[in-house]
T-cell receptor, first 115, second 114 residues
Framework: DTGVSQDPRHKITKRGQNVTFRCDPISEHNRLYWYRQTLGQGPEFLTYFQNEAQLEKSRLLSDRFSAERPKGSFSTLEIQRTEQGDSAMYLC?????????????FGPGTRLTVL | AQSVSQHNHHVILSEAASLELGCNYSYGGTVNLFWYVQYPGQHLQLLLKYFSGDPLVKGIKGFEAEFIKSKFSFNLRKPSVQWSDTAEYFCAVNVPGSARQLTFGSGTQLTVLP
């Protein structure tokens, strides 16, 4: 396994700008998750893909957030009109059938700072 | 919806001391339970998991956890910690048959003094 990779690792943006993050899961993993983690908290679930289908979205995912996984491989998470409250670490995780539910492999995260 | 509580935010121990980190969850039905760990500068990784059967489960690096259904608890233990155990520890639950996400606690930062 080469591991889950995320790009960029850090992003600083001004309030109101749009940002896009990319996640590349482990190659044979068909399940992909996005989480958000703020300081002093555990990761909070945002959305889940199985292959290219987005099967679950948290109510945390406001209409300014959109996620895609067009070919069932990499995924992107876009935040439009960023707000200071969006500052957080955005984590991607992947999994596959045969692994126990809840056993997920996490990437290093993208740390977003909104000024 | 399920939730997870970790009451110890920061624990400081000396090497060779015993460790117990508390985790309580709120959900009336069956859950799958996990402990994840994040070592400094590294990704979150699975430490151990419980689905069913023996309520005492063993994970990597000498860690174990006990599921006590009546107390809705899944405490993490290690008889003798090492400096290399310094990390943040997260308890998490997943409800079988539901959406597949993990619900995490707020984490416990463990610092082991050499």
């Amino acid at each position: 396994d080469t591991g889950v990779s995320q790009d960029p690792r850090h992003k600083i943006t001004k309030r109101g700008q749009n940002v896009t993050f990319r996640c590349d899961p482990i190659s044979e993993h068909n399940r992909l998750y996005w989480y958000r983690q703020t300081l002093g908290q555990g990761p909070e679930f945002l959305t889940y893909f199985q292959n290219e289908a987005q099967l679950e979205k948290s109510r945390l995912l406001s209409d300014r957030f959109s996620a895609e996984r067009p070919k069932g491989s990499f995924s992107t998470l876009e935040i439009q009109r960023t707000e200071q409250g969006d500052s957080a670490m955005y984590l991607c995780a992947s999994s596959r059938p045969g692994l126990s539910l809840g056993e997920q492999f996490f990437g290093p995260g993208t740390r977003l700072t909104v000024l | 919806a399920q939730s997870v509580s970790q009451h110890n935010h920061h624990v400081i121990l000396s090497e060779a001391a015993s460790l117990e980190l508390g985790c309580n969850y709120s959900y009336g039905g069956t859950v799958n339970l996990f402990w994840y760990v994040q070592y400094p500068g590294q990704h979150l990784q699975l430490l151990l998991k419980y689905f069913s059967g023996d309520p005492l489960v063993k994970g990597i690096k000498g860690f174990e956890a006990e599921f006590i259904k009546s107390k809705f608890s899944f405490n993490l233990r290690k008889p003798s910690v090492q400096w290399s155990d310094t990390a943040e520890y997260f308890c998490a639950v997943n409800v079988p048959g539901s959406a597949r996400q993990l619900t995490f606690g707020s984490g416990t930062q463990l610092t082991v003094l050499p």
